[in-house]
């Protein structure tokens, strides 16, 4: 509950903000790396849904050099590395959003999920009844995923 009456809508890129941010905890960055970082989905599917970030400010995949994209594909598979030693999942979704069709939420700083998956989750839940079930906070999600990242 403190969570959803805590929400308000800020003006600015949420991910510019938390890129330039000295406080990771609080804004969720899980890791930085040269050209990105990882942090936590503020409205997960899945406890461990965490995004790899690129710090340049970029809307497109073609804008993107190649030294970003190896950054981002090595945070992921650190990501999936600590996911799977602390949650131990059946799998992963790892997928990139690109332009509002595509249901990017954040269209103009690109960004990569990763949310893993266990077989019989409640993957529909978001589609039939409009709700997330989520069974731990984003503080302790942080807090757990963190001991394998740092």
């Not at 805590?6 to 991910?15: N, T």
């Not at 809307?59 to 996911?83: N, Y």
Request: aromatic share 8%; hydrophobic share 45%; proline share 3%.
């Amino acid at each position: 509950m403190a969570y959803v009456s805590g929400a308000s809508s800020k003006s600015g890129c949420v991910f510019c903000d938390a890129l330039a941010a000295n406080d990771d905890p609080t804004h969720l960055v899980l890791l930085r790396s040269r050209h990105a970082y990882l942090i936590l989905n503020a409205f997960p599917y899945a406890s461990g849904h965490l995004m790899a970030v690129f710090n340049r400010h970029i809307a497109e995949l073609q804008a993107a050099q190649m030294d970003e994209l190896e950054d981002v594909m090595a945070l992921i598979q650190k990501a999936t590395v600590a996911l799977a030693a602390e949650y131990r999942p059946d799998g992963f979704n790892i997928g990139l959003n690109q332009g509002s069709a595509a249901g990017a939420g954040i269209k103009h700083h690109l960004h990569m999920h990763v949310v893993p998956r266990w077989s019989g989750d409640s993957n529909f839940m978001a589609v039939v009844g409009d709700v997330r079930v989520m069974p731990e906070t984003l503080g302790t999600t942080y807090e757990r995923l963190r001991a394998h990242l740092t």
